[in-house]
């Protein structure tokens, strides 16, 4: 079983669009979460940590579930320029494991 | 703008061909990574240093030397390549601290690396 696993993809929705995806980590024992944005040929960014208790940051929404073992980004009111891959990013003893990303792309 | 530089940011080279991958680093930072990213693959931790001395060694081939001169500067010396290793090398950094700031890792744009 691969550490992180995500759908790659694309989810292809409209702007102003709502989109979310799902990542799955097989360590139940990994301390932290993010997720990183990868531009097409640019090097991975950090979009945003994923807290336990669920956190915002503008129209993106980070949730986490230990229990199932996955996390979750929500992006609200998508704009054009949220077109990217989403790397799920997973810290075990502080290594991170990188699943393979999530493409997303908004059309007008 | 991103405080860590690599050059070169395309490389063609033969399978008996020497190069090196240079990677620095502007933001004071104590950690330097080397990963590998081949496409539709999620990216391949290669080489971690802390303080300049080698941390992790991921089970890379030896035609991968890194080399840590300093905290700011790291490198991958390849030589005999094969084919397979085309890929998009990353280089990345993380600042000290508790385990709350070693989680962020900066990354460099990238070197391209094609093997004829």
């Known amino acids: 079983r691969k550490e992180v696993e995500q759908d790659p993809g694309p989810f292809n929705v409209p702007e102003g669009a709502t989109v979310a995806f799902n990542c799955t980590y097989s360590n139940s024992a990994s301390q932290s979460f993010f997720w990183y944005r990868q531009d097409c040929r640019k090097e991975p960014k950090l979009l945003m940590s994923?807290?336990?208790s669920g956190n915002e940051d503008g129209r993106f929404t980070a949730q986490l579930n230990r229990a199932s073992q996955y996390i979750s980004l929500l992006i609200r009111d998508s704009k054009l320029s949220d077109s990217a891959t989403y790397l799920c990013v997973v810290n075990n003893d502080y290594k991170l494991s990188f699943g393979a990303g999530t493409t997303v792309t908004v059309r007008a | 703008e991103t405080g860590v530089t690599q050059t070169p940011r395309h490389l063609v080279m033969g399978m008996t061909n020497k190069k090196s991958l240079k990677c620095e680093q502007h933001l004071g930072h104590n950690a330097m990574y080397w990963y590998k990213q081949s496409a539709k693959k999620p990216l391949e931790l290669m080489f971690v240093?802390?303080?300049?001395?080698?941390?992790e060694n991921n089970s890379v081939p030896s035609r991968f030397s890194p080399e840590c001169p300093n905290s700011s500067h790291l490198f991958l010396h390849l030589h005999t390549l094969q084919p397979e290793d085309s890929a998009l090398y990353l280089c990345?950094?993380?600042?000290?601290?508790?385990?709350?700031?070693?989680?962020?890792?900066?990354f460099g744009p990238g070197t391209r690396l094609t093997v004829l």
């Open positions: 990345a950094s993380s600042p000290p601290g508790a385990s709350g700031d070693t989680d962020t890792q900066y």
């Open positions: 994923v807290y336990s």
């Open positions: 240093y802390n303080f300049k001395e080698q941390t």
